[in-house]
C-alpha cells in the first residue's frame, strides 16, 4: 500500500515523554512529547521538535530548563489532561492529579511515578517557520531501580515504556517487547572491539 509521505510517523511507534517545565511565574507545565530523539552515543545531547504554540517551548526559551520524563504504559491515562489546550497560568501537575519528583540539577521538577527523568538544560534551538528543535544538554539522568535487572541493566519488560504508533484517527498506545536478543556494539568492527567502550565504564 502507498501511503502519504507525511503518514512517516505511523510506521515507527514513537516514545511518548512526559515534557515539565515552569514557566517564569512559576506555573508548572506538562506536556507529551513524542518526537524526542538522542543525538547520536556517547553525546549527552537530546533533541525535541516542538509546535510553535506550545507553552512548553515558551517555558525553555524562558528558563532554558526542561525535564524529559519516561513513562510507563501505566500512564496512558495521562496523555490526554496533559495534551489538551490548557491557558499557561493552569497548573498541570495538578490538572493531571500528577505528584512531583523534585529535581537536582534545575528547579523544573519531574514527574513521580515514571522511570527515568532527564533533567536538561537547553543547549541549542534549531528555528523554522512551523516548527523549533529543541537541543537539550542532560544534566542529570536518573533511572528507577524497579526497572532494572539482576546486572543492572534497563529491562523493558518492567518499564513497559509508552509508545504511540500514528493512524490516519488517531494514537494507537502501545509497548515494546524484549527479543530476548543481545549484540555487544563490538560487533560491528573487525576488531569487535568497541571503540566507545571506555566512554561507558563508569557511571557517575
Ligand atoms: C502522544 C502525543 C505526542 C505529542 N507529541 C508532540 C511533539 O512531539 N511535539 C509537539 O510540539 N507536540 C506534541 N504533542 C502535542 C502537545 O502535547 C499538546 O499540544 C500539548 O497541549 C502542549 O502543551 P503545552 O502548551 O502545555 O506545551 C503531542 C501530543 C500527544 C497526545
Redesign the pocket.
Known amino acids: 500500500m502507498l501511503l502519504k509521505p507525511m503518514m512517516r510517523e505511523g510506521l515507527i511507534p514513537?516514545p511518548?515523554?512526559f515534557?515539565s517545565?515552569i514557566s517564569k511565574d512559576g506555573v508548572r507545565?506538562?506536556?507529551?512529547?513524542?518526537?524526542?530523539m538522542p543525538v547520536l552515543r556517547p553525546l549527552d545531547l537530546i533533541c525535541?521538535?516542538?509546535?510553535?504554540?506550545?507553552?512548553?517551548?515558551?517555558?525553555i526559551r524562558d528558563t532554558g530548563q526542561f525535564v524529559i520524563n519516561m513513562v510507563g504504559a501505566d500512564f496512558s491515562d495521562k496523555?490526554?489532561p496533559?495534551?489538551?489546550?490548557?491557558p499557561?497560568e493552569a497548573d498541570?501537575f495538578e490538572l493531571a492529579g500528577l505528584a512531583e519528583k523534585p529535581s537536582e540539577m534545575i528547579d523544573p521538577p519531574g514527574i513521580a511515578g515514571g522511570y527515568a527523568w532527564m533533567e536538561c538544560e537547553l543547549f541549542k534551538l534549531y528555528e523554522e517557520p512551523q516548527?523549533v528543535l529543541v537541543m537539550g544538554r542532560v544534566v542529570r539522568l536518573e533511572v528507577a531501580d524497579a526497572v532494572l535487572d539482576a546486572e543492572g541493566e534497563f529491562d523493558v519488560n518492567k518499564a513497559r515504556p509508552l509508545m504511540?504508533a500514528?493512524t490516519h484517527k488517531g494514537?494507537r498506545?502501545c509497548t515494546v517487547a524484549d527479543m530476548d536478543h543481545f549484540v555487544p556494539f563490538g560487533a560491528m568492527f573487525a576488531n569487535g572491539q568497541d571503540p566507545l567502550a571506555a566512554k561507558y565504564q563508569k557511571t557517575p
Open positions: 514513537l511518548v515523554a515534557i517545565t507545565n506538562i506536556a507529551p512529547y513524542a518526537c524526542v525535541i521538535a516542538s509546535a510553535l504554540k506550545r507553552d512548553t517551548l515558551v517555558n496523555v490526554i496533559t495534551a489538551r489546550f490548557s499557561p498541570e516548527y504511540m500514528g494514537m498506545f
